[in-house]
């Protein structure tokens, strides 16, 4: 991909769409997990089974391939690529942190300690990501404060394992995933002038009609698990 100067939002189509397609993949199996073996219990690890692990691994190895930026590069665009790389990697460790669990050598909390802390590293390099007016600075924003919140319900599922803080943590992962897919649709192929205000209020307004789709979901599934769970 050659990049000789900025005509556009910073990264690529694929750096925002690829991202949203595999947070929400994980989100759905979260989802699919709790259905096949119930909800979590105080001591059981973030991952049951090695298909997110896998994902993780493989997240990191495709990404990098994808979005690894070289000297062709317009600078933004460079350092955006990294900062997706990076959260790839923060992943990709919090899967070898997954493993180590399995094995033993470190508790199930630490892989909800893990994962919290890649979510973080995801906020805290988005927080510097574009951050400014603009349809693509309110994008990014949004996105900040998805990768914080589930880290920041991650970490409250360790802390307080009876108060189903799992479902927050599937839902903001979900609203994280679907957010990605329409950042990359609003920047990249929607045509929009970016500075316009107009859509910016637009911007607010798609991700409120998300969190409340999102909500609306998580809440029906939570009453069909449970529903499962106690007819057992």
């Not at 990697?89 to 508790?107: E, H, N, P, W, Y």
């Not at 892989?111 to 693509?136: K, N, Q, R, S």
């Not at 949004?142 to 943590?169: A, G, I």
């Amino acid at each position: 991909m050659h990049h000789e100067m900025m005509a556009g939002p910073s990264g690529t189509f694929i750096g925002h769409f690829g991202p949203g397609i595999v947070f929400f993949l994980v989100a759905i199996w979260w989802l699919i997990d709790i259905f096949i073996n119930g909800s979590r219990k105080p001591g059981e690890p973030l991952e049951r089974t090695l298909h997110i692990t896998i994902l993780k691994f493989s997240a990191l190895v495709v990404g990098g391939f994808l979005e690894m930026p070289d000297s062709s590069w317009y600078p933004m665009d460079w350092v955006m690529g990294w900062h997706h790389i990076t959260v790839y990697m923060a992943f990709a460790l919090s899967g070898v942190v997954d493993i180590l669990a399995r094995k033993g050598i470190l508790t199930s909390r630490a892989t909800y300690l893990a994962f919290a802390g890649a979510c973080f590293i995801g906020g805290l390099l988005f927080l510097g990501h574009g951050i400014g007016p603009g349809v693509e600075g309110t994008c990014h924003v949004l996105v900040m404060v998805l990768f914080f919140s589930v880290s920041t319900f991650t970490v409250l599922e360790v802390v307080f394992p009876d108060w189903n803080f799992e479902w927050f943590r599937i839902a903001t992962k979900l609203s994280l995933g679907v957010w990605f897919c329409i950042t990359a649709w609003a920047l990249f192929r929607s045509g929009w002038d970016l500075h316009d205000h107009v859509k910016e209020a637009h911007v607010w307004l798609l991700f409120s009609w998300m969190v409340l789709a999102v909500a609306t979901f998580t809440t029906f599934t939570f009453i069909l698990a449970s529903r499962k769970e106690t007819t057992k």
